[in-house]
């Protein structure tokens, strides 16, 4: 069965800093992995999406990378600004034949002080 | 892009009543939808996965007669939460496959509907 975990649980930085965020899974048979962004009470917005062949995705700010023999995934936030504040998500996609379903972590809470 | 949208955002019911909560796909047909649930500071869990015009598919240990899922149309699935009690209170999130083919691989997820059973 999959998992994933990510790390920090939380994570506190000044305005204007780089940071890292780190997530690992259990099974490399993956399809591809996610990272979304999420608001409190809010939904999932997708950030970037890497396929299993692939090493990397960037978004302006945001460079996600993925090391699938290893089972790990970081995210990169360069310049950090007060509105990144939320929480991350990350999830795999386990690959099989019709299969979609996703694993999420519980998510990396970040809080980017002014 | 492609928008979900679920409704109500936010439902506050009495124990032992049924509440339905409606996953729409706005610009975009949706063969499969899925549904999670998400405690505080949890993942989320996915529940069940809904697919147009057969029944849905539940993990492991979600009762498929108290979340009742109907998928009857490619840009709507619903689920019922039935006879709610305090434990069920959640965070539920629904998302949706596009069907088109080019983005196989993105689920586009709705806003969430907060359910508190008093």
């Known amino acids: 069965k999959q998992e994933v975990t990510q790390i920090p649980a939380a994570l506190s930085v000044p305005e204007g800093e780089n940071l890292v965020l780190n997530c690992s899974f259990t099974?490399?048979?993956?399809?591809?992995l996610q990272w979304f962004r999420q608001d409190p009470g809010k939904g999932l917005t997708s950030l970037l999406l890497i396929q299993s062949s692939q090493r990397e995705q960037t978004s302006g700010r945001l460079n996600a990378s993925l090391d699938k023999s290893s089972g790990r995934s970081t995210l990169y936030i360069a310049a950090s600004q007060p509105g990144d504040s939320a929480t991350y998500l990350c999830a795999v996609q386990n690959s099989g034949a019709g299969s979609y379903q996703l694993t999420f972590g519980k998510g990396t809470k970040l809080s980017v002080i002014p | 892009g492609a928008v979900v949208s679920q409704h109500p955002s936010r439902v506050i019911c009495k124990s032992g009543t049924s509440v339905k909560i409606e996953c729409r796909s706005l610009?975009?047909?949706?063969?499969?939808m899925f549904w999670y649930r998400q405690f505080p500071k949890k993942s989320l869990m996915l529940m069940a996965t809904?697919?147009?015009?057969?029944?849905?598919?539940?993990e492991q240990g979600v009762e498929k007669d108290k979340f009742l899922i109907n998928h009857a149309s490619l840009t709507l699935s619903t689920l019922t939460v039935t006879s709610a009690h305090p434990e069920d209170s959640s965070f539920y999130i629904c998302s949706a496959r596009d069907r088109r083919g080019y983005s196989t691989d993105t689920q586009y997820f709705g806003p969430g509907t907060r359910l508190t059973v008093l």
């Open positions: 099974d490399s048979a993956i399809y591809n």
């Open positions: 610009d975009f047909q949706a063969t499969t």
């Open positions: 809904s697919n147009e015009g057969s029944k849905a598919t539940y």
